[in-house]
């Protein structure tokens, strides 16, 4: 009996991937570069099961049921490339690969071309959900050749983490859909987590709170509007006691944050689509900055700043800092769908936003219960150009605009950074605003380069000398 599944790479996703698929009822064939991998993976936790180990990419090749149809869970980047160009020649003309793993979507592009010149089919993949969520039922997003999905949407459905909505599993579209996408998830997770951190800081710093205080804060955000994975798995860090000191973990663990990849490019595609991601933006650098410990530390005995503590009353501060964090966790969605929105615009997706707020529900790192209204929003419009424009964000906006001004600006006054509140808050500012002062930069533009102006009295392109009228 040939297996109906293969799966390349057996790290943690992997494998996880593995036991996920066989539990569903699927018969899986493994390889994994390295052979002993593989062999402890089959007596650890592959024992018994319709798990069949390769050891070889021929023998998988041999091992699957045609149209073969194979998961690839390897490192992305030239790992991906490695394994690929062993095996797109061992394949057949209807056969189909997978990458399951965070590709660079231009590097998902040229892999499909070339796929498709071998008549293979071809799916770039996003999985979310990291250990846990591969063998309960992560979020996938799907995209490549549609007859390709049609081939596994089967098995996708059951593996997937059952939502509010249906399986968290779709098709996003043609070419690299389904890699962008989650891409720009993670780029709202960046910003997501940066504000986090944001919130805990004013907390710790500002406040002279402790992290049992501040857990308590977490936990009762997260039975609100708030409520979602990210800050669940807070209020759990900020719990945690280090068996070894007695003392919070968190607190033992070195502040430098590491950026591998999918925040940038989100960061980097935003820019080059022209899209504004501001807040997104600010989390990567936020990751940057942290990773400068040894300048930090330096600096800080050179660069003098105000005194550190939130004066006031505590409570009313809290209470501004759930408006804060709520608006600005707001923005960071609303600017990574907008990216989704104009990416798709660009390359002809036909992106359906609804859909992807659905597949985000369950399974995947930014789950929350704001992708319910998020999903309403744009089923209701689905061309919603910014999600502050729809509601119930609309009356969020007007109704905690306020506390997110107090709360930027108390934290500038006490020095202490808040580059995701801030952005978000200069973002939907900037957005609201018909006249921004960009007027006097294509008149500066003008003054140097000869770069020309538009008017707002008449139609046409103008320049001006000047240095002679002045
Ligand atoms: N970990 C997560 O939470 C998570 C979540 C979502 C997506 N992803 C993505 O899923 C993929 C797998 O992630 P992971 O954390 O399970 O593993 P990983 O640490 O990213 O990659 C390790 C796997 O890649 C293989 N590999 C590395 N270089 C190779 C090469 N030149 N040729 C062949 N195989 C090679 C390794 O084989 P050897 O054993 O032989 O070294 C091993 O199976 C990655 O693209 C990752 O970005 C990860």
Known sequence: MKAEFG??????????????????????????????RTRKFLEEKAKGRRIVPCYSLEELVESLSRPRK?????????????????????????????????????????????AEGRGLLY?????????????????????????GYELIEGLFQKIAAQGPEGPCCAYFGPGSAGHYVKMVHNGIEYAVMETLAEAYDLMKRGL?????????????????????????????ILRYVDPETGEPLVEKILDTAQQKGTGKWSTQSALDI????????????????????????????LLPGPELHLHGDREEFLSDLFGAVYLTVIAAYAQGLRQLRDASAERGWGLDLSEVARVWMAGCII???????????????????????????????????????????????????VPAMDSALDFVDAYRTARLPANLIQAQRDFFGAHTYQRVDKEGTFHTDWEAVA
């Open 208 to 236: 002279s709170m402790s992290c049992a205080e501040m857990a308590d804060v977490f936990g009762r955000w997260n039975q609100g509007e708030l409520s979602s994975y990210l800050v669940e798995i807070t209020e759990k």
């Open 7 to 36: 799966i390349i790479g057996l790290a943690t996703m992997g494998q996880n991937l593995a036991l996920n698929v066989e539990d569903k009822g699927f018969s899986v064939a493994v390889y994994n570069r390295t052979a002993e």
């Open 367 to 417: 789950r929350s219960s704001l992708l319910v209204l998020i999903r309403k929003a744009f089923l209701e419009q689905p061309d919603l150009p910014l999600l502050f424009l729809a509601e119930p964000f609309r009356s969020a906006w007007e109704k905690h605009h306020v506390a997110l001004r107090r709360v930027v600006a108390r934290a500038h006054e006490a020095g202490i950074p």
């Open 123 to 147: 799916l770039g993949t996003g999985i979310s959900g990291g250990e846990y969520g591969a063998l309960h039922g992560p979020a996938i997003m799907a995209g490549g050749h549609r007859e």
């Open 274 to 301: 022209g899209t504004p991601a501001p807040t997104i933006a600010m989390a990567v650098f936020a990751r940057v900055i942290s990773a400068l410990k040894a300048e930090r530390t330096e600096a800080e005995k």
């Open 70 to 114: 194979v998961l690839l869970m390897v490192k992305a980047g030239e790992p991906t490339d490695a394994v690929l160009e062993k095996l797109f020649p061992l394949l057949e003309r209807g056969d189909l690969v997978i990458d399951g793993g965070n590709a660079h979507y231009a590097d998902t592009e040229r892999r499909l071309r070339e």
